[in-house]
């Protein structure tokens, strides 16, 4: 029972994410991460895509080069049409799409002006999803479609049934973090968290769609103490009760379907616009596959590597290619490297054990690294998603 367990939840998450764009907007802080990392003219980062956001963030600050890895080539053609859109379109043409969810005139700009400068994948995948940003209807907007988009979709139909979604948009109003906590614990916590919910939310479909599989949240509960539903309940209340949000684009886009402004990522900044249609955008090479093979094809050495929380799944589903990915990091990674990841546990214990092979010897990780816990517990304390469980900074010195 427990392998046909383990098989039907792996199917499910295959089903939600086998043949779809998972992420259409990366759910990772590039602030906390730029603040780490420090790069300059030097560096050279290697990230998974995800929904390609961060990596145009990271272009801003200049690094040498930026390798942005997907395994899924949805993901990758979302980033290779952004930067195709940096290329070719004004900046409210490009706001437009990326900033208000779409425009009508999306068919006739790709067509004449996108489509030549994606790769053939890329090409092949928008040929026939257009329709996520002509915005056939006035509400209709990219953020509610992909995996997560459907996912949005539901919540707001949930919050509009739970008579929340006024004040939760309100929310985004308030000029104080005081007038926030009114708000949240007055109008919005008791209607949204409701068993219902708390049920709904145990489900592998749902978690599914939110790219959270079985492993991780298996991996989440042993190392909490908590269902989902209990922790994700804990970390909306931190978002909207601890931190301000007037310039939280994460949670903005989901509740409105579109950013602001104001409020957005880097790259939908008018002035970051035009410094990345510079030349910084051509600092970022796109490369489908998994990390490990990447990184080994890479030429010459790497100083920044940014994990995400992918290691949660991949050490409880497939350890012998966790180590091999840590091979191939320590393989390409110069003295002075920092690598950021980040866990739906509240601590990970699977790195550190790894053996790999450095400097002529067999070492274990934990004594390659070294970790700056109080830098790594103060970015996670401000982290303007705070959906995760815990977060890593750690450097390789020699």
């Known amino acids: 029972m427990k392998n046909l367990a383990r098989w039907t939840n ?11 764009l998972v992420y259409n907007a990366c759910w990772e802080d590039p602030r906390l991460d730029r603040e780490v990392m420090e790069l300059g003219p030097d560096d050279d980062v290697v990230l998974i895509t995800s929904a390609g956001c961060n990596a145009l963030d ?21 980033l290779e049409l952004k930067m195709a859109g940096i290329r070719q379109l004004a900046f409210e043409e490009f706001f437009s799409l990326f900033g208000d969810g779409g425009h009508p005139d999306f068919p006739r700009w790709y067509v004449q002006r996108l489509r030549s400068g994606l790769s053939l994948s890329a090409q092949n995948y928008w040929d026939s999803h257009q329709h996520y940003f002509s915005r056939r209807r006035p509400e209709a907007s990219f953020y509610h ?16 049934f739970a008579r ?3 004040d939760a948009l309100s929310l985004f109003s308030a000029t104080s973090l005081e007038q926030q906590r009114e708000i949240y614990f007055g109008q919005v916590k008791d209607r949204l968290w409701n068993p219902a919910l708390k049920r709904a939310l145990r489900t592998d479909v749902l978690l599914s769609m939110l790219g ?37 684009y994460f949670w903005r886009v ?20 035009e410094r990345l249609k510079n030349g910084l955008v051509d600092r970022i090479q796109v490369h489908t596959g998994d990390l490990t093979s990447v990184v080994r094809q890479l030429p010459g050495t790497l100083s920044r590597f940014v994990l995400l929380d992918h290691m ?16 191939a990091l320590m393989d390409k990674a110069r003295p002075g490297s920092r690598i950021l990841w980040r866990s739906g546990g509240f601590h990970v214990d699977y790195v ?9 010897r067999t070492v274990q990780i934990r004594d390659l690294l070294r970790y700056d816990y109080a830098k790594a517990s103060d970015c996670h304390r401000r982290d303007r998603v705070h959906t995760y469980g815990s977060f890593y900074i750690a450097h390789l010195d020699s």
């Not at 479609?145 to 509009?160: D, E, I, S, V």
């Not at 989901?254 to 616009?273: A, D, H, I, K, M």
Request: include cysteine; charged fraction near 20%; glycine fraction near 6%.
């Open 10 to 20: 792996r199917r499910v998450f295959a089903l939600a994410h086998g043949k779809n």
């Open 58 to 78: 990271y272009a801003l600050d200049g690094p040498r080069s930026i390798h942005s890895v997907d395994m899924n080539f949805r993901q990758n053609a979302l």
């Open 145 to 160: 479609h992909g995996t997560t988009g459907l996912f949005a979709r539901l919540m707001m139909k949930y919050f509009k």
């Open 164 to 166: 929340v979604h006024a």
């Open 212 to 248: 959270v599989p079985k492993a991780q949240r298996d991996y989440l509960e042993k190392t909490t103490s908590q269902t989902v539903a209990d922790f994700m309940e804990a970390s909306i209340e931190a978002v909207f009760t601890q931190l301000p949000t007037a310039d939280n």
């Open 254 to 273: 989901y509740l409105f379907g579109r950013y602001s402004p104001t409020c957005c990522p880097g790259y939908l900044v008018r002035e970051n616009f």
């Open 312 to 327: 949660d799944w991949l050490s409880h589903e497939f350890p012998q290619a966790l180590a091999d990915e840590w091979q």
């Open 352 to 360: 550190d054990p790894i053996r790999v092979h450095r400097g002529g």
